[in-house]
């Protein structure tokens, strides 16, 4: 797999790391056992942990500007409540057997190192200059992790969209504006306008051809529209923003929709002068290429009755009855925990990157493998898989593009909701127990 597609199957991750690196003063060297605050089930809120929170509130707060803050105790009263919620959800992941390595988060917090151009060393001397010990980062890392893999395993379990959902919002008055493409525009004016002489007339077509030879020959266009337009986005570096098509100026408008991206327009004349257009970025359902992979697969959970080693065992089993013939359709019927396409034969359809709720552990070994071939035994947030590419393919998306952007906001929408609705749930059922205020 390319640098760039293991970058960005690690990116939600990188941004859990890069959070948790933000918060500087959470797990200061020095860690000490302090009283306990707050029980929640099986589990302890310490004081601590409460003050550091709210010590990074304040930390936030200040670098933000803010200044008009609530009253102390409305703060530590919601600090508490996201500590119990995420002790609820701490709890869950391991009830269901859910767990981070050790092997697995020192790679992650590896690789993030090196997106920040470090070796882990550096990471480590940089962390202790920040006042933080290495380990209670892993540990805070390691929690950020959890919290993610529960939410992305309750979600599978309660977001489901069909085909008529999807179909219905595309018809909708919403999503015909969400999926048109929108274009990101630099606009550059060479004054000529119509009381000019003839000789000014041609000085001001020769500027623009010159600054149209030096965009296409790399020039920077804010700089070029500072420096030469008479516009009043120049000082905007000629940025007239994120535009749909029909809010384009008429102008330019048939030309910006059939340019690349990058590519300089020929100056255009009309009574104000000359205009150069550049087509600086576009997004909508045109634009989608995606690289995708027709996969089928079996899982096995670890569960209170079925122990880590033991549905690995099951796997590897499974999977030397794959390599040598078994018919994988069979085994995921009679074997595969995933409720959602055991019957199938295993089936997940065509995926890529853009699929929601897609572990990144599962989207990273998907594409290593050749068709139809058999991949190791690999662990996901949900339990352990082994998959089979059937297919690969890169597309450019229309109307199948649409359909996944769709699916994309009508998960998104259900999602929250589904999400919101769990964490009411568990959190009416908890205990909990305020055993010292922290206030």
Do not use: C
């Not at 296409?216 to 804010?222: L, M, P, Q, S, V």
């Amino acid at each position: 797999m390319t640098k760039e597609k293991l970058a960005k199957v690690r990116q939600s991750t990188f941004v859990v790391l890069a959070f948790v690196l933000s918060l500087g003063s959470i797990g200061a060297v020095g860690d000490t056992l302090d009283a306990v605050a707050v029980i929640v089930n099986d589990g302890v809120i310490t004081l601590s942990e409460i003050d550091e929170r709210y010590e990074n509130f304040l930390q936030q707060a200040s670098e933000a500007g803010v200044t008009d803050l609530p009253p102390k105790k409305v703060v530590i009263d919601q600090v508490v409540e996201r500590l119990i919620t995420e002790s609820i959800q701490l709890q869950e992941a391991q009830f269901r057997g859910i767990v981070v390595e050790d092997e697995e988060l020192t790679e992650w917090i590896r690789a993030f190192a090196e997106e920040q151009d470090m070796e882990l060393a550096d990471l480590r001397a940089d962390l202790e200059g920040r006042g933080i010990s290495y380990r209670s980062f892993r540990d805070d890392v390691r929690r950020q992790m959890l919290l993610e893999r529960v939410q992305r395993v309750i979600l599978q379990q309660r977001v489901f969209i069909t085909q008529r959902d999807i179909r219905d919002f595309r018809n909708s008055p919403f999503f015909e504006l969400m999926a048109s493409d929108r274009y990101r525009i630099g606009h550059i004016l060479i004054s000529a306008q119509g009381s000019a002489d003839a000789d000014e007339v041609k000085a001001a077509e020769s500027e623009a051809q010159q600054v149209v030879k030096e965009l296409r020959d790399g020039a920077e266009f804010a700089a070029m529209a500072i420096n030469h337009s008479s516009s009043s986005s120049a000082l905007d570096g000629g940025d007239l923003g994120w535009r749909y098509a029909e809010q384009i100026p008429s102008l330019f408008a048939e030309l910006v929709v059939k340019m690349k991206v990058g590519e300089t327009s020929d100056p255009i004349r009309n009574p104000l002068g000359f205009h150069i257009v550049q087509l600086v970025e576009k997004q909508g359902a045109s634009t989608y290429e995606s690289e995708q992979v027709l996969v089928r697969h079996i899982l096995i959970m670890p569960s209170t009755i079925k122990s880590k080693e033991e549905a690995i065992d099951e796997i590897s089993e499974i999977r030397e009855q794959l390599l040598n013939g078994a018919d994988f359709a069979e085994l995921a019927k009679e074997h595969s925990e995933d409720p959602g396409t055991a019957l199938t034969g295993g089936e997940l359809g065509w995926l890529d990157g853009r699929t929601p709720n897609l572990d990144p552990a599962f989207s990273l070994v998907m594409y290593q493998p050749e068709v139809g071939e058999i991949s190791e035994v690999f662990e996901s947030a949900v339990g352990w898989h082994v998959l089979e590419v059937l297919d690969r393919r890169t597309k450019s998306l229309t109307e199948e593009a649409k359909d996944t952007m769709a699916y994309n906001a009508l998960h998104q929408r259900r999602a929250e909701e589904a999400w919101q609705n769990w964490t009411k749930e568990v959190r009416d059922e908890a205990f909990v127990k305020i055993v010292r205020s922290p206030i």
